[in-house]
């Protein structure tokens, strides 16, 4: 079998550009409208984005999740408050965040200030989520070792016998961060590596001041 030469991979973009006059005043706004379109283009798991924190130590990470709430605040997410996400977010509350639609050919990038959201915002959350995954919060010690899935399985198992009888309660380790954007990037392929980028920044009056990037 021949060597895969990674460094010829590569194709050219050509959906459309990018223009000052398309973008809306808010990003907030010109997110929604990007993700509605790419929720409409059918492209898998629209809301995964990638979550980039740092620790105390200095060292960055990544993982994907799902966003699960957009509104003029910012950007939610959930987990276990006990993981590493949220640990290091508890030592540096500084977060990324990445959209990457590839077919439609766009990014999108966030940079904010992470803080928890309410107890009864998380609630009403958790209490939408299927029966299983309420059951799986309470189950898994996420970012935790575990010896093997079997013994994941019989917490799992511990977990639906122990809550049997009736609603599943809210854990007390487990709820939702906002981000709280304050730079706000919009990528658009182009053609010859000449790509569309616009960033939003957020001014101390509270408006945005946008500006075109070089690709």
């Known amino acids: 079998?021949?060597?895969?030469?990674?460094?010829?991979?590569?194709?050219?973009?050509?959906?459309?550009?990018?223009?000052?006059?398309q973008l809306k005043d808010c990003p907030i706004a010109q997110?929604?409208?990007?993700?509605?379109q790419a929720v409409d283009?059918?492209?898998?798991?629209?809301?995964?984005?990638?979550?980039?924190?740092?620790?105390?130590?200095?060292?960055?990470?990544q993982r994907i999740v799902l966003l699960k709430a957009v509104d003029k605040d910012g950007?939610?997410?959930?987990?276990?408050?006990?993981?590493r996400k949220a640990q290091d977010i508890a030592a540096n509350d500084k977060v990324s965040l990445h959209f990457p639609w590839h077919a439609l050919e766009r990014q999108v990038k966030i940079a904010g200030v992470a803080e928890k959201v309410s107890q009864k915002e998380s609630l009403q959350y958790f209490l939408s989520r299927p029966e299983e995954s309420q059951l799986a919060a309470w189950a898994s010690e996420q970012s935790r070792p575990v010896s093997s899935r079997?013994?994941?399985?019989?917490?799992?198992?511990?977990?639906?016998?122990k809550f049997s009888a009736g609603k599943i309660p809210l854990p007390d380790f487990w709820g939702g961060f906002r981000i709280k954007?304050?730079?706000?990037?919009?990528?658009?392929?182009?053609?010859?590596?000449?790509?569309?980028?616009?960033?939003?920044?957020?001014?101390?009056?509270?408006?945005?001041?946008?500006?075109?990037l070089a690709p």
Not at 41 to 61: E, L, N, R, Y
Not at 150 to 161: D, G, I, R
Not at 193 to 207: A, K, N
Request: aromatic letters at 12%.
């Open 31 to 36: 997110f929604e409208h990007w993700l509605k």
């Open 1 to 21: 079998m021949s060597e895969l030469s990674i460094d010829q991979l590569r194709r050219e973009y050509l959906q459309g550009g990018l223009h000052r006059e």
């Open 181 to 212: 954007p304050v730079r706000v990037e919009f990528w658009q392929g182009g053609a010859n590596r000449l790509h569309d980028r616009f960033e939003y920044q957020l001014q101390p009056d509270s408006d945005w001041a946008i500006q075109r």
């Open 41 to 61: 283009a059918g492209i898998q798991d629209p809301t995964a984005m990638t979550v980039a924190t740092v620790d105390a130590t200095g060292q960055p990470s």
């Open 75 to 83: 950007f939610v997410f959930y987990t276990n408050y006990g993981s």
């Open 150 to 161: 079997e013994l994941l399985m019989q917490q799992f198992a511990s977990m639906k016998q």
